[in-house]
């Protein structure tokens, strides 16, 4: 019976695989530094082989380079063994919830999702420590040594003398943040689907060089955007007010995205006030369109300056498809068709635009006539217009509908309003984030926290097409993301669920290095939760974030589509179930033998088996779990029939409960290895399942 892994995937050798099914002759096999045979690149052969496309010497060319890159390259491909344990007790409706809360190293928790959720992210959305001096706290392993610095940038030989001084440089500054933040993005890849997205929240301190990193991570050819995020003017500039930030958003496959017609728009902001206030006038003057006007055209006079509607006030024209701005009826980019249109009143055909007529056809025009989304104008002498309604209806985007009489649906709250495409500048107060969540949480326990309300509509913005998306942040900090997500799916009656990654960050740690308003941040926080009797990490702040907007948005409501599912699953990682020798069996202690006979630590529990073994098969870690007894042993049960896992990890496992597991077909079923009640039931397990349940994957840990 063949055992599991236990370990994140080992891209290095996944890699040469690849390069094994190219160029089968450059790739041997060679003694690893652990002493195991693993495959290896035999360079100079794949020379040979792309002698013709290899540039020799040391020619000039256009790349990102700093000292730390080779181990941060090396460190995004490097397996690691470690494991996620589910902790009932911090999370919210554990058993039913499609939603993830992972406490540790991000860089870990990306490793150890890679076969669950390769290829399935549809967005990631990350705001990580800018890099001023102050927020920077990821420090990596393999960061560089200041005397590693200097030799590789330099300013020092190997024997240790210096070349250059330059005390005021701060090359080392930015090479430990890009150190820390390339393996990051690399692992983040490859989590994201076709048509995945990843919005990276930055500032001018570390912008230029973010821009260079994803150009390489995830290509120049997938860049879509840079947004501006203007957050209000600072009146004590002393030369320009930078009141901005930048959000970096790429694709995973740009041309992937093109090609399946993906087109990205938004409510026009207002749109839904003006069609209640429509709907409202209707009650009184019915079918009185010239009185709506009137009385539509004093509504807008009427509004506040800053009021959204304000801005669409040249839909003041009603018919009984509602109120309608004109749009322009030529053909775009000239060139179009060129037809008679005759004029309803003066009986004369109508003027042509020089670019033609929108419409291919005088029948396609005429049928629009007849739906009465063209309007003619007093006499023929200009051409008519078309409508452009508040609540297009179907036939205003697609020309090819049925004829038919359409009239407003006033009871369809699925109906869309007039879109528009987002621009890539958009202001909002950052002080109007802080002020909501300092109401939520009772008390200042962030300091800038961004906008749960913007990143909602960032989301609803990208998933036109998927209603139930992966939305992840690695850098959860506030939570924003999170409920953002919950936001997203009251207001639009999506069902998107999230992954949020946090590092435990001592609060005690932050206090002493921490001074001002920043201080007294972190002392609100190290209150709220000695109050609530929570461990003073930052990531406990998160999850009390989340809860609360859970209730939130509970107490809201939202959309009749929406699943309400506002808990999450809290899982942190740790070291592996399995004890060392499980991995290194050659490097144990022979005179201890006696005490190896199970693999698997003493402190763990069952549970924490079975987190380990979604891990290493690549189970979606929030699907359902039940957990029943038979034979008078514990049995999960994953999913529902046909079960993708069925687990049993007690002891004293027998032929006839095995037959009984069997029964339920299952995907996968996993036992402990030292399980059994006898040496025969072990034997027997595979053959049992070959007779009865022949799709299934027997494995053990």
Same mark, same amino acid.
């Given at each position: 019976?063949?055992?599991?892994?236990? @370990?994140?995937?080992?891209?290095?050798?996944?890699?040469?695989?690849?390069?094994?099914?190219?160029?089968?002759?450059?790739?041997?096999?060679?003694?690893?530094?652990?002493?195991?045979?693993?495959?290896?690149?035999?360079?100079?052969?794949?020379?040979?082989?792309?002698?013709?496309?290899?540039?020799?010497?040391?020619?000039?060319?256009?790349?990102?380079?700093?000292?730390?890159?080779?181990?941060?390259?090396?460190?995004?491909?490097?397996?690691?063994?470690?494991?996620?344990?589910?902790?009932?007790?911090?999370?919210?409706?554990?058993?039913?919830?499609?939603?993830?809360?992972?406490?540790?190293?991000?860089?870990?928790?990306? =490793?150890?999702? /890679?076969?669950?959720?390769?290829?399935?992210?549809?967005?990631?959305?990350?705001? $990580?420590?800018?890099?001023?001096?102050k927020d920077f706290i990821y420090k990596d392993n393999f960061a560089t040594s200041k005397k590693e610095f200097e030799i590789a940038s330099g300013e020092r030989t190997e024997e240790?003398?210096?070349?250059?001084?330059?005390?005021?440089?701060?090359?080392?500054?930015?090479?430990?943040?890009?150190?820390?933040?390339?393996?990051?993005?690399?692992?983040?890849?490859?989590?994201?689907?076709?048509?995945?997205?990843?919005?990276?929240?930055?500032?001018?301190?570390? /912008?230029?060089?973010?821009?260079?990193?994803?150009? /390489?991570?995830?290509?120049?050819?997938?860049?879509?955007?840079?947004?501006?995020?203007? =957050?209000?003017?600072?009146?004590?500039?002393?030369?320009?007010?930078?009141?901005?930030?930048?959000?970096?958003?790429?694709?995973?496959?740009?041309?992937?995205?093109?090609?399946?017609?993906?087109?990205?728009?938004?409510?026009?902001? &207002?749109?839904?006030?003006?069609?209640?206030?429509?709907?409202?006038?209707?009650?009184?003057?019915?079918?009185?369109?010239?009185?709506?006007?009137?009385?539509?055209?004093?509504?807008?006079?009427?509004?506040?300056?800053? @009021?959204?509607?304000?801005?669409?006030?040249?839909?003041?024209?009603?018919?009984?498809? &509602?109120?309608?701005?004109?749009?322009?009826?030529?053909? $775009?980019?000239?060139?179009?068709? =060129?037809?008679?249109?005759?004029?309803?009143?003066?009986?004369?055909?109508?003027?042509?635009?020089?670019?033609?007529?929108?419409?291919?056809?005088?029948?396609?025009?005429?049928?629009?006539?007849?739906?009465?989304? +063209?309007?003619?104008?007093?006499?023929?002498?200009?051409?008519?217009?078309?409508?452009?309604?508040?609540? $297009? !209806?179907?036939?205003?985007?697609?020309?090819?509908?049925?004829?038919?009489? +359409?009239?407003?649906?006033?009871?369809?709250?699925?109906?869309?309003?007039?879109?528009?495409?987002?621009?890539?500048?958009?202001?909002?107060?950052?002080?109007?984030?802080?002020?909501?969540?300092?109401?939520?949480?009772?008390?200042?326990?962030?300091?800038?926290?961004?906008?749960?309300?913007?990143?909602?509509?960032?989301?609803?913005?990208?998933?036109?097409?998927?209603?139930?998306?992966?939305?992840?942040?690695?850098?959860?900090?506030?939570?924003?993301?999170?409920?953002?997500?919950?936001?997203?799916?009251?207001?639009?009656?999506?069902?998107?669920?999230?992954?949020?990654? /946090?590092?435990?960050?001592?609060?005690?740690?932050?206090?002493?290095?921490?001074?001002?308003?920043?201080?007294?941040?972190?002392?609100?926080?190290?209150?709220?939760?000695?109050?609530?009797?929570?461990?003073?990490?930052?990531?406990?702040?998160?999850?009390?974030?989340?809860?609360?907007?859970?209730?939130?948005?509970?107490?809201? &409501?939202?959309?009749?589509?929406?699943?309400?599912?506002?808990?999450?699953?809290?899982?942190?990682?740790?070291?592996?179930?399995?004890?060392?020798?499980?991995?290194?069996?050659?490097?144990?202690?022979?005179?201890?033998?006696?005490?190896?006979?199970?693999?698997?630590?003493?402190?763990?529990?069952?549970?924490?088996?079975?987190?380990?073994?979604?891990?290493?098969?690549?189970?979606?870690?929030?699907?359902?779990?039940?957990?029943?007894?038979?034979?008078? =042993?514990?049995?999960?049960? +994953?999913?529902?029939?046909?079960?993708?896992?069925?687990?049993?990890?007690?002891?004293?496992?027998?032929?006839?409960?095995?037959?009984?597991?069997?029964?339920?077909?299952?995907?996968?079923? +996993?036992?402990?290895?030292?399980?059994?009640?006898?040496?025969?039931?072990?034997?027997?397990?595979?053959? !049992?399942?070959?007779?009865?349940?022949?799709?299934?994957?027997?494995?053990? !840990?």
């Amino acid at each position: 019976m063949e055992k599991m892994k236990m @370990h994140s995937p080992n891209l290095t050798q996944e890699n040469i695989t690849r390069i094994r099914e190219l160029f089968p002759g450059c790739v041997t096999e060679a003694l690893g530094k652990d002493g195991q045979l693993k495959l290896a690149v035999d360079f100079d052969q794949l020379r040979q082989e792309l002698s013709e496309s290899i540039v020799e010497g040391p020619q000039e060319r256009f790349h990102l380079n700093w000292p730390g890159k080779r181990e941060a390259l090396l460190t995004a491909n490097t397996p690691i063994a470690k494991t996620l344990r589910p902790c009932r007790e911090e999370s919210v409706d554990f058993d039913a919830t499609k939603n993830l809360f992972i406490e540790g190293d991000n860089l870990e928790a990306l =490793k150890l999702l /890679q076969e669950t959720y390769l290829g399935k992210v549809k967005m990631i959305y990350i705001d $990580p420590p800018y890099n001023t001096g102050k927020d920077f706290i990821y420090k990596d392993n393999f960061a560089t040594s200041k005397k590693e610095f200097e030799i590789a940038s330099g300013e020092r030989t190997e024997e240790g003398g210096r070349l250059v001084s330059n005390p005021e440089s701060r090359g080392r500054f930015h090479s430990d943040w890009l150190t820390m933040i390339y393996p990051r993005l690399s692992v983040a890849k490859r989590l994201l689907s076709d048509e995945g997205l990843i919005f990276i929240s930055i500032d001018d301190a570390e /912008q230029a060089s973010l821009r260079k990193v994803c150009d /390489q991570v995830f290509g120049e050819q997938n860049f879509v955007a840079q947004l501006v995020w203007e =957050k209000g003017r600072k009146n004590d500039a002393k030369f320009f007010s930078v009141g901005h930030e930048y959000m970096l958003v790429y694709a995973r496959n740009i041309i992937f995205l093109r090609g399946r017609g993906e087109i990205w728009r938004e409510e026009k902001p &207002g749109a839904r006030e003006i069609w209640e206030e429509f709907l409202r006038l209707k009650g009184i003057h019915n079918e009185n369109y010239s009185a709506i006007e009137t009385d539509l055209s004093q509504w807008y006079s009427d509004l506040p300056k800053n @009021h959204p509607a304000k801005k669409w006030a040249r839909y003041k024209r009603v018919d009984q498809y &509602g109120p309608w701005r004109d749009r322009d009826i030529s053909w $775009p980019g000239g060139d179009g068709p =060129k037809y008679d249109v005759i004029h309803p009143v003066t009986k004369q055909p109508c003027k042509v635009p020089e670019r033609g007529w929108i419409y291919a056809s005088p029948e396609e025009m005429q049928r629009q006539i007849k739906l009465g989304l +063209v309007e003619f104008r007093e006499d023929h002498a200009e051409p008519p217009f078309r409508k452009a309604h508040i609540r $297009p !209806i179907p036939e205003e985007s697609q020309e090819d509908m049925d004829e038919g009489n +359409v009239e407003a649906d006033e009871g369809n709250e699925d109906t869309e309003f007039a879109t528009q495409v987002r621009g890539s500048y958009f202001y909002k107060q950052s002080q109007v984030a802080v002020k909501y969540l300092r109401n939520l949480m009772g008390a200042k326990v962030f300091s800038n926290p961004k906008d749960h309300e913007e990143l909602a509509r960032l989301i609803e913005y990208v998933t036109p097409r998927d209603h139930n998306a992966i939305i992840m942040d690695f850098f959860a900090g506030s939570a924003s993301t999170a409920e953002a997500v919950l936001k997203a799916n009251a207001a639009y009656g999506t069902n998107h669920r999230f992954i949020m990654v /946090q590092l435990p960050e001592s609060l005690e740690d932050a206090l002493a290095s921490t001074t001002g308003t920043a201080k007294k941040t972190v002392q609100t926080a190290i209150k709220m939760l000695n109050k609530a009797g929570r461990p003073l990490f930052l990531s406990e702040v998160s999850k009390e974030r989340v809860r609360l907007a859970g209730v939130k948005a509970l107490a809201d &409501g939202g959309h009749a589509d929406w699943k309400k599912d506002i808990g999450f699953r809290v899982l942190k990682i740790d070291s592996s179930n399995m004890a060392d020798v499980y991995y290194t069996p050659d490097a144990a202690d022979q005179s201890k033998f006696q005490y190896y006979v199970d693999n698997i630590k003493p402190d763990r529990k069952p549970e924490d088996l079975l987190f380990q073994v979604l891990l290493d098969w690549g189970v979606d870690l929030s699907l359902p779990i039940r957990k029943e007894t038979i034979q008078g =042993k514990t049995v999960f049960f +994953v999913n529902e029939s046909p079960y993708d896992l069925v687990a049993c990890f007690d002891t004293g496992v027998n032929e006839d409960l095995v037959k009984e597991l069997a029964q339920f077909e299952p995907l996968r079923v +996993v036992f402990r290895d030292a399980g059994f009640a006898t040496d025969s039931a072990k034997i027997n397990v595979e053959q !049992i399942f070959k007779q009865m349940s022949p799709g299934t994957d027997v494995k053990s !840990i």
